[in-house]
């Protein structure tokens, strides 16, 4: 297992070198269930992270929760030097109000499974449109960024196409290409591949497993245990809202501790 | 329907006969029927019309661009430019708050809704025009407090200020349920995506939201344009020599009523003629992206930036 204990008392310490940490998360939605009852996990800075679990575990509400997608009911979330969503002021927690947690938010990338791509922009406009409106980047700067993301993404002749006339998983790639263009110090992917033909897979999965030989921390929701295997550094299960078990992708997916683990890996094996 | 089994020597055949001659395609003949019969009606129609002396068809022609009924078709178009305008601008802020998460906003924007939409746009006209009687003058200051300044209402409030007030006013709170029915119609997804990259929320809206309501906005958006062009000639009612109250003011010299309406008609017709094709127009270009073929649309390619 990668250790990686970094806890809310280092908080203070230099900023460059540390991941992500969450305490404490709980989330539920209405009078449901908890989603998340109680969630501790630390992400070192540069380790790719795959969580795994039955759907309804609460896997992508994790996601969500990091990024404020989801306002978490209780819990605590560092994302570099960020406090997610709160400040310490007069020795108290306050939550901070929208306009302050988006400048958060851009510093987190997010891959959605059905791409959310803007279709009323042309693959461009898409990838240069927030690094205009949030990090004050000139349409120069923003358009020979994308120009060079588009072509890591591999595709180089497709910027003036509408995300319509592109496969599932040029979208995907286009999606990964937008979210790179924040320069984000974290990137989380939720179910990447799971919109996707089957034959469109690998593509996106090639760009992923090329940010993470280039050092990105990532957090992957993902039910392709072939990549998880891999890629990951670590894998984390999830069940009903809690961490079951976490360890390096060989431990868990050839000799997992857990029942539940095992259960479920017989199943999507 | 007929359940005889297909021969295998007839399914040969079939094959045959369709390589060589095709198939006899589906003919309609009652639609050629049905086609002449209704030309044939318009064109009686049209005939009786034209024919029929009492319209005063020289009548017609000798007012159709006189003077006053040309400042009137002016005024009408002034009038439903800027209170379509207006009542936009208003409805996008009133879906906006509406749809935020401030009770205090919902609340305003639903009774204003409610208010605006349930009085008939003839009664608030003449309601407005008679302002003066309820509040002979209008002040600007603190309630209950002190008064900074004040102006007699009939001076502030002309004719035709009322009519732009009580048609935005009624028209709003139309624009507004438009408008916000585009809004619900975007995806979650499009300002999730927006919010994850950090954008701030007046972006979201003017950049990624309102450009993708606007599919579904515009079609209903030309029938309130068109609606208000023609509820602007409630306002005859409170003196404004709009289209309609030129042509009446005319005809109460002259007697000449039904060639002076057929003149108001006319005029109707060509604007919303012009409306409806202008509407064409305005939703091709918001069609933007929603097609898998062609990068660029005739209405120029602005995909090249």
Known sequence: MTETQIGADTLDAGTDTRGVSIRNLRKRFGDGPYVLDGIDLDIAKGELVCLIGPSGSGKSTLLRCINLLEKPDSGVVRVGDMLMGQELRDGKLHALRPRRYRAQQARIGMIFQQFNLFPHLTVLENVIEAPQAVRGQGKAEAVENARRLIARVGLADRENAYPRQLSGGQQQRIAIARALAMEPDVLLCDEPTSALDPELVGEVLEVLRDLAESGMTMIVVTHEMAFAREVADRVVFMSDGRIVEQDTPDRIFTNPREERTRNFLRRVL | ?305
Do not use: C
């Open chain 2, 1 to 305: 329907m007929s359940s005889k089994l297909l021969h295998e020597s007839e399914f040969a055949r079939a094959v045959e006969i369709e390589r060589t001659q095709g198939t006899v395609p589906v003919r309609h003949p009652w639609r050629i029927v049905s086609g002449v019969l209704v030309g044939l009606v318009v064109l009686g129609a049209i005939v009786s019309v034209a024919r029929n002396e009492a319209f005063q068809w020289d009548v017609v022609a000798e007012y159709f661009f006189s003077g006053r009924i040309l400042h009137g078709l002016w005024l009408t178009l002034w009038l439903t430019a800027v209170s379509t305008v207006l009542a936009f601008v208003v409805g996008t802020i009133l879906a906006v708050m509406r749809m935020s998460h401030n009770a205090v906003l919902q609340a305003v924007s639903w009774a204003y809704v409610w208010l605006f939409r349930s009085i008939p746009l003839l009664v608030q006209l003449l309601f407005w025009f008679n302002i003066g009687y309820l509040y002979p003058k209008i002040s600007l200051g603190i309630p209950f407090g002190p008064e900074w300044f004040s102006i007699e209402t009939s001076d502030l409030i002309a004719s035709s200020m009322v009519a732009i007030i009580g048609l935005t006013l009624h028209e709003s709170a139309y624009a507004a349920e438009i408008i916000r029915s585009g809004l619900l119609s975007v995806d979650a997804g499009q300002t999730e995506a927006a919010e994850a990259l950090g954008m701030p929320h007046g972006r979201i809206l003017r950049r990624i939201v309102l450009p993708q309501a606007m599919r579904v906005i515009l079609p209903p958006a030309g029938s309130l344009l068109i609606s208000t062009l023609k509820a602007t000639s409630m306002v005859s009612v409170i003196a404004v020599t709009d289209l309609l109250y030129a042509a009446q003011l005319i005809y109460n010299q002259n007697f000449l009523v039904i060639p002076l309406l057929m003149v108001v008609t006319i005029w109707y017709l060509i604007l919303t003629s012009l409306l409806s094709v202008g509407q064409q127009f305005v939703e091709k270009r918001f069609a933007r992206g929603t097609t898998r073929t062609a990068t660029s649309t005739s209405l120029g390619t602005e995909a090249d930036i």
